[in-house]
């Protein structure tokens, strides 16, 4: 069974303040890396992707990989009281799977306070 | 507009009730998929299909079943089988199989056991 951990929080922050989320997976085969933001009540949305060891930016959202620590990240700048929400990382298979199936974690929920 | 949708939103079974639930994706993607949400966990995946007319067990399969007949469409019946089936139940997409693709979701079905 592929392992997906992350803090389940409750991760409350400041408005403006940088959130940070981390997970760590346990399949060092894993090559596809995902953040959804859960709403309370409503369906997990996409936010960001990251296949390669690093940073990849997108606006305030910075997603950091690396796969020799088997650690991925999420960093929130700016972070805005609308960005309160339950975040999940996802994981998937093997190299070479053809499954395409994701792994989840339980989520952290962050809470931006004004 | 592209996307999925399912229904209903809201559905209560009584006691011994099979019921289905529908998921309908237009975004002409290959794969789709059902994840069970319960208060606090992640998701934890149901069934899968890469194709149609082809579906596979995800990790916790009794007292579920699926058909994928056709590639927009795959319904999701939960069967009297399911002991505990109250939860929060998502359908997602992905363009294909392979481990690099995005998995999208539809809004959910809310499923409660009377």
């Known amino acids: 069974q592929k392992e997906v951990e992350q803090n389940s929080g409750p991760l409350s922050v400041p408005e403006g303040a940088i959130a940070s989320l981390n997970c760590t997976y346990s399949d060092r085969g894993s090559q596809s890396f995902f953040w959804y933001r859960q709403y309370s009540g409503k369906s997990p949305e996409l936010i960001m992707f990251i296949y390669s060891n690093g940073d990849k930016e997108d606006g305030r959202f910075t997603a950091q990989l690396n796969k020799a620590s088997q650690y991925v990240s999420l960093l929130i700048r700016d972070s805005q009281p609308s960005d309160s929400a339950t975040y999940l990382c996802?994981?998937?298979?093997?190299?070479?799977?053809?499954?395409?199936?994701?792994?989840f974690g339980r989520g952290t929920q962050l809470t931006v306070w004004p | 507009d592209g996307g999925i949708t399912q229904s209903p939103k809201y559905l209560f079974r009584k006691e011994g009730q099979n019921v289905t639930l529908s998921c309908e994706q237009n975004l002409n993607h290959d794969a789709m998929y059902w994840y069970r949400q319960d208060p606090g966990q992640g998701l934890r995946l149901i069934y899968y299909?890469?194709?149609?007319?082809?579906?596979q067990k995800g990790d916790i399969a009794e007292g579920y079943s699926v058909s994928r007949e056709k590639k927009e469409s795959f319904p999701l019946t939960v069967t009297s089988a399911q002991k505990n089936p109250t939860a929060f139940y998502l359908c997602?997409?992905?363009?294909?199989?392979?481990?690099?693709?995005?998995?999208?979701f539809g809004p959910g079905t809310r499923l409660t056991v009377l």
């Open positions: 997602a997409s992905s363009m294909t199989s392979g481990g690099m693709n995005e998995q999208f």
């Open positions: 299909s890469q194709i149609v007319n082809d579906f």
């Open positions: 996802a994981v998937t298979a093997d190299r070479g799977s053809t499954l395409g199936r994701l792994y």
